[in-house]
């Protein structure tokens, strides 16, 4: 079961690069997929993993990276932030979404005795911090890239900032739902009611979480890319 939705994941990770990327090639070193739009008007990107300065000869109609020379003067911060300060929503969303997995199932199953109350405050507290955590892990990107990266606008770091951008967004609508008391009741900490409208709020919701966690896989993928190559 978590092997097929590890590879579901995976599957739309991979989509969602292809889309962003357009064609790409490997960096002969770190083997990093880097997209021919990085390339500049000499034909040379400078790979923002292994700091290798790639020329992409085309000597007959196919294209090769060749290694030019290494980029050595590249600014080395003593605390590079981003990469800390990612592990915070990482960690907490996909724990939220537990959360309120767990109360969907309860209130399902109409347990009297699971302290459903507590579980409820509980995940929309883990929520919470994830979403306003993440104004300033996307700061931390944003200088890292501005210091170490000299601001080029690789692919993978425009793929990396819209999704950052849109995992507040989508974040920011399940709090409010989950706040407003339409999805799970205040008092009883279980789902708030058949109702069209508390159906259509839950609806959103758990649509919310599920599209937040492909957004949060994407952007951990990718991040642990620019980091570590492949």
Not at 14 to 40: E, N, Q, S, T, W
Not at 162 to 188: D, K
Not at 202 to 218: E, K, N, S
Request: aromatic fraction near 8%; charged fraction near 10%; proline fraction near 6%.
């Amino acid at each position: 079961m978590i092997d097929d939705l590890m590879g579901l994941f995976g599957k739309l990770v991979d989509r969602f690069k292809r889309l962003a990327y357009g064609r790409v090639f490997a960096c002969p070193v770190c083997h990093l997929d880097l997209a021919f739009a990085d390339v500049d008007a000499n034909g040379l990107v400078v790979c923002p993993v292994c700091g290798a300065v790639i020329s992409l000869e085309a000597p007959y109609g196919h294209a090769v990276p060749v290694v030019l020379d290494m980029e050595i003067l590249r600014a080395q911060p003593k605390w590079r932030l981003h990469p800390l300060a990612a592990h915070l929503p990482i960690g907490l969303f996909p724990l939220a979404v537990l959360g309120a997995g767990v109360l969907l199932v309860a209130s399902l199953l109409g347990s009297a005795a699971f302290p459903a109350v507590v579980v409820e405050r509980s995940t929309l507290l883990v929520l919470s911090l994830a979403v306003v955590l993440s104004p300033l892990t996307i700061a931390a990107g944003l200088s890292d890239w501005w210091r170490r990266y000299g601001k080029r606008p690789y692919r993978i770091i425009r793929l990396k900032i819209a999704f950052s951008i849109a995992f507040v967004a989508i974040g920011a609508v399940a709090v409010a739902l989950h706040a407003s008391g339409a999805v799970f009741s205040p008092a009883t900490g279980l789902l708030a009611g058949a109702s069209p409208l508390h159906a259509l709020a839950a609806a959103a919701y758990f649509a919310a979480l599920a599209l937040g966690m492909v957004v949060i896989a994407t952007l951990g993928h990718v991040g642990g890319n620019l980091v570590f190559g492949r």
